[in-house]
């Protein structure tokens, strides 16, 4: 009898004692304990850092029974016990400082509780000190921290920048005690979407390290392409284990291992349907808004590089985009490259699944009427199928026609440059397609490719003011784009749009078939 799929299970003894699906993830837990002291780590929702959280608390309290069969289970002093204290933030939704106060003070009392400890202490960090030396006292072992969603009360009012300053101020007063009682702990794992600077909010935890990229932890959460063989092998026959790995592989903090989504995978073996279910579980409002905010030019986001500046840590007041679409899961690292001064990192969707759904809201929320958008979408799908390059034309006419003059004015369009462009690729990217940008450097225009199994399109779309002569087919032929794809053996279409950002829609727009058989 196969063993049950863990969907949305974070406690490691539900699972074990549940008879669901376990993957072994106490390899981690034995080098970490072996190894230092104090760890960070960043790792985007739902991809399983709650689990491993507990399943640290459950090794430092000794509860053997729970690891037979497990890596750890024969390497570990199952006879020392320690306290643990543990702090979650998953619950609930503070708004104010005082209630952040309120939500630290319940979680100090539970640990009192579960220890059978009382503080005396009125201030949270005097209770939070006291908490510490009287576990040791008690129990005989200096005290295990474990700390989980570490930074969700910031994120949550993320778009308040004066209330998430607040937040930032009542965590780092919490945080700022661990320092202080080195002598008395043991341990402590740190855990959370976004990695804020040390400095705003670590204050003093100078030797808190950060495995969020490290490779030897690269696979601690996710599951690799091992895993799903080694541990979901009764769910995984007769599927195309190819397509799998195309709408839910790709994570990767180190751009060689790659880690499957643990929610998405596994809600894909349990309904066997291709769709989105990470994206589904949370939707980037914040995001989206910034990038409307900093004009952001979309197709780059299927080739950006960075330096470690932009893809580490970040502060409430200053957030730049690259920052949160690779800390909260959007973009992964593909490559890392060894500059001359510092690391450059390579970033890209990780998969179909991300892309398929982060193009598409964007594209609502960059339009105005979203239910058109839903038609023109299938619409667009329909006439890539058929080669019917002419409906693609009609479909991009009235997207943009639909448009209030109005709309663009309280948008402040008109001073985004990459706007247009990023509304056309966005449609054919949402549609979970094959696209490739040759080039994301210039805002006025957009040279890219649309690989599908029966045939490759290849759009040059130049966003032109006034009377500005451009022919767009004339220069994809004068590049040569067309070349590349020779060897797939495939029809290849050259479709050339003019857009005109006066008029705001299409003034020109011409096509042929590489190699004759076609023109329009």
Not at 368 to 393: F, G, P, T, V
Request: charged share 30%; glycine share 6%; hydrophobic share 35%.
């Amino acid at each position: 009898m196969k063993k049950k799929l863990p969907i949305g299970i974070s406690t490691l003894k539900e699972i074990i004692n549940g008879d669901y699906v376990y993957v072994d993830k106490t390899y981690y837990v034995h080098e970490l304990v072996n190894t230092g002291k104090y760890y960070f780590l960043s790792r985007p929702r739902r991809f399983g850092k709650s689990l491993f959280v507990d399943t640290l608390k459950e090794a430092f309290e000794g509860n053997k029974e729970l690891f037979k069969g497990l890596y750890i289970y024969d390497r570990w002093d199952w006879d020392r016990r320690y306290p643990v204290i543990q702090i979650n933030f998953a619950e609930g939704v503070v708004k104010n400082l005082n209630d952040l106060n309120d939500k630290i003070q319940e979680i100090l009392d539970r640990n009192q509780n579960r220890l059978k400890i009382k503080c005396h202490h009125k201030s949270i960090s005097g209770c939070f000190s006291e908490l510490i030396e009287k576990a040791k006292e008690k129990y005989g072992q200096n005290a295990v921290i474990l700390i989980d969603e570490y930074d969700k009360p910031i994120l949550d009012n993320i778009t308040d920048i004066e209330i998430a300053k607040e937040m930032r101020e009542g965590l780092k007063n919490l945080y700022s005690v661990i320092k202080g009682q080195d002598a008395n702990i043991k341990f402590v794992f740190m855990t959370g979407v976004s990695k804020f600077s040390k400095a705003s909010i670590f204050s003093g935890l100078n030797n808190l390290r950060d495995i969020t990229i490290d490779e030897t932890y690269s696979s601690i959460c996710g599951y690799t392409e091992e895993d799903l063989t080694n541990y979901f092998s009764e769910y995984l026959k007769d599927k195309d284990r190819e397509q799998i790995r195309q709408w839910y592989n790709g994570y990767s903090w180190t751009g060689s291992e790659r880690v499957y989504n643990p929610f998405s995978i596994i809600n894909y073996l349990q309904t066997g349907v291709f769709k989105n279910y990470w994206f589904e579980s949370g939707t980037p409002t914040f995001l989206i808004e910034l990038l409307k905010e900093k004009k952001y030019y979309i197709p780059t986001m299927e080739n950006l590089e960075a330096g470690e500046s932009l893809i580490g840590s970040f502060d409430v007041d200053f957030i730049e985009p690259e920052n949160l679409l690779f800390q909260a899961g959007y973009l992964t690292i593909s490559e890392v490259k060894q500059g001359v001064a510092e690391i450059r990192y390579k970033l890209s969707y990780p998969n179909r699944e991300v892309e398929k759904s982060l193009t598409e809201n964007i594209l609502n929320r960059y339009s105005y009427n979203r239910s058109l958008i839903s038609e023109l979408r299938i619409r667009l799908e329909d006439a890539l199928l058929q080669c019917n390059i002419d409906a693609i034309k009609n479909i991009m006419h009235s997207h943009f026609a639909s448009i209030p003059a109005d709309w663009y004015r309280k948008n402040d369009i008109d001073n985004y440059e990459g706007y247009y462009a990023s509304v056309f690729y966005s449609y054919f990217a949402s549609l979970g397609l094959d696209v490739r940008c040759e080039d994301t450097t210039n805002y006025g225009k957009i040279d890219m490719a649309v690989v599908m199994k029966h045939a490759v399109f290849i759009f040059e779309f130049k966003v032109i003011k006034g009377k500005e002569e451009v022919r767009a087919l004339s220069q994809i032929k004068e590049r040569g784009y067309a070349e590349k794809y020779r060897d797939l053996e495939l029809p290849v279409y050259l479709v050339g749009i003019e857009f005109d950002k006066e008029k705001r829609n299409i003034i020109g727009f011409e096509w042929e078939k590489w190699g004759g058989g076609g023109r329009g």
